[in-house]
């Protein structure tokens, strides 16, 4: 027993190394107890020390379960944190899919209502995403990453722009062309430029007149194929079985008619280009969006020519194979061409997406822009190249 009290006694003759160590708490020991015998095991000069044996004996194993070797300890901290972010990333991306699938979902069944009921609910909803579209056009403009090679437009114009952008789709609605509004509107605002304080830059003005344009004028396309092409589609089935009181055979337009098939064409772009790009994607289709592949464009090519075709035959519009099928073309052309026109715009900015407006999607400018192109080509097409309007 001795042997044993003199290496904790007498302490001056060794050298410990002492290391940090991360124990339990004392409260843990302090109830141990010898199995029913009180009695002291060793006597010395500093008293009784049964208890501190048992204490002692304690921490040395709780030490070795603890601490091991130090590098193997490190390894398997860093491991344990790998594996961690790993789960983290997962449990992100799974939250963020369910979300955008559940607004996608969410918006697709709102708009397609707002499609049908046309007329001035059409053009409100309209121009309530023109004004938040172009309010954020006009913030990646003033963001950073642009803002650093050029002057912007100061905020004043910015907001009379995003107002002007919003009236155009209801005066289009009202006139019927705002080809000399929006000429005039685009006078004042580059008055407005040049009078402002300070020296006026071209980069203001060209930025300025592309959001006139871009958020406000090519959007009006969309009133026009809706609300315009007025002449009943009297061959599409669906029309001789829909409510008298939503307007009967009669609101089944031609206009309701293309709305309804270039949606859906856009959509089917998306979709098949997105769930292709993930199966078979391999070849990069632009430097602008380095997710986009080829592979995932002639995915998204051939599900909207499908869809546009199926769609042309349950609908009896247009009558041509051959019209369905460049009408489906535009639309994939207009889409892939949106989305790149609005993925260079955010690139230039430094940003991912235009705003967060809307939970897993980002702001409307990323739900819009495949939109933005495709309603001014396929209202072209059917005004010069459809006899009758398809019909």
């Avoid at 044996?53 to 490190?74: I, P, W």
């Avoid at 959001?211 to 089935?237: D, S």
């Avoid at 989305?339 to 407006?357: N, P």
């Amino acid at each position: 027993m001795a042997s044993f009290a003199e290496p904790i006694l007498s302490t001056s003759s060794c050298t410990f190394t002492r290391k940090p160590l991360n124990l339990p708490a004392f409260s843990e020991y302090s109830s141990l107890r010898l199995g029913g015998d009180t009695k002291p095991l060793l006597r010395s000069r500093v008293g009784q020390i049964s208890v501190k044996r048992r204490f002692l004996t304690a921490v040395t194993r709780a030490e070795s379960d603890q601490l091991g070797d130090d590098d193997s300890n490190s390894k398997g901290v860093d491991r344990i944190h790998d594996l961690q972010k790993l789960e983290d990333n997962k449990q992100k991306k799974s939250s963020q899919l369910k979300k955008r699938v559940i607004f996608g979902i969410g918006i697709g069944l709102l708009v397609g209502c707002v499609v049908l009921a046309g007329g001035w609910v059409f053009t409100v909803a309209l121009a309530a995403s023109v004004f938040i579209g172009s309010r954020e056009y006009f913030e990646l403009v003033r963001s950073r990453g642009i803002a650093k090679g050029m002057t912007p437009p100061p905020r004043y114009v910015s907001r009379v722009c995003s107002v002007i952008c919003a009236l155009m789709p209801i005066l289009t609605l009202y006139f019927g062309n705002i080809d000399i509004s929006v000429t005039s509107a685009a006078f004042v605002v580059a008055i407005a430029l040049l009078v402002q304080r300070g020296s006026p830059r071209f980069a203001q003005l060209s930025s300025t007149m592309f959001g006139l344009f871009y958020c406000g004028y090519l959007p009006c396309f969309w009133v026009k194929l809706r609300c315009g092409l007025a002449a009943p589609a009297l061959n599409t089935g669906i029309g001789r079985t829909w409510p008298i009181l939503l307007g009967g055979q009669a609101h089944w337009t031609v206009g309701l008619v293309a709305t309804l098939i270039s949606f859906s064409g856009v959509i089917a772009t998306d979709t098949f280009a997105f769930l292709g790009g993930k199966a078979f994607g391999r070849t990069p289709l632009t430097s602008i969006s380095p997710k986009k592949t080829w592979e995932g464009t002639f995915t998204g090519f051939v599900g909207c020519i499908g869809m546009t075709v199926l769609l042309s035959k349950s609908l009896c519009w247009p009558q041509s194979l051959f019209s369905s099928i460049v009408f489906g073309f535009l639309n994939f052309f207009g889409s892939v061409f949106g989305d790149l026109i609005e993925s260079m715009i955010k690139r230039d900015a430094g940003v991912k997406d235009s705003g967060s407006l809307i939970p897993g999607h980002g702001g409307i400018l990323d739900r819009v822009d495949s939109y933005i192109f495709t309603g001014a080509l396929a209202y072209s097409f059917i005004k010069t190249s459809l006899r009758l309007y398809g019909v």
